[in-house]
């Protein structure tokens, strides 16, 4: 089945290629691999903002974290042209807004994890650290920054 099959299940449209919001560009493929430059959680348009243990659950910070890996397909898509080339998720690297007594990041980051399993199966199995942080871009509650392989 076509990654894009699954996306249609799924119920996903991949957004376009987001503006970066600062000196970088959202990709860069040097041989097979790709890497994406971290992606903010976004809700209706704007970033999700929220700090994880003072004024956002780990259910809506997994849920952010889902969104961030629909970006993150999309920004990928834009970057190969199709998903189906893809042989590998490598890695995903997520930052948390959390509060210092906060220790459910591998939770929230799992919304992303989850997701990029059903939409590539076992080529989406993949290496991942989840670091909580003081503080993100724009106040948002989640960033996310992917490596993929591609044929």
């Not at 041989?31 to 994406?36: A, E, I, K, R, T």
């Not at 903002?49 to 920004?75: P, Y």
């Not at 459910?104 to 080529?123: C, M, R, W, Y």
């Amino acid at each position: 089945m076509s990654i894009y099959d699954t996306l249609a299940e799924l119920n996903i449209t991949l957004p376009p290629v987001a503006v970066p919001a600062a000196a970088y560009v959202p990709f860069v493929q040097t041989g097979n691999l790709v890497f994406l430059s971290g992606h903010i959680a976004k809700k209706d348009g704007k970033p999700w903002v929220g700090q994880l243990g003072k004024n956002t659950t780990t259910e809506e910070g997994k849920a952010a974290a889902r969104a961030i890996a629909i970006d993150l397909m999309g920004t990928l898509h834009a970057a190969v042209g199709d998903l189906n080339r893809v042989t590998r998720i490598v890695k995903l690297m997520s930052l948390v807004n959390s509060t210092g007594d906060f220790t459910e990041q591998h939770l929230v980051t799992n919304g992303a994890s989850e997701l990029i399993g059903q939409v590539f199966g076992t080529k989406g199995a993949h290496a991942r650290s989840a670091f909580g942080v003081a503080q993100i871009p724009m106040g948002a509650c989640v960033e996310i920054e992917m490596i993929v392989e591609v044929a």
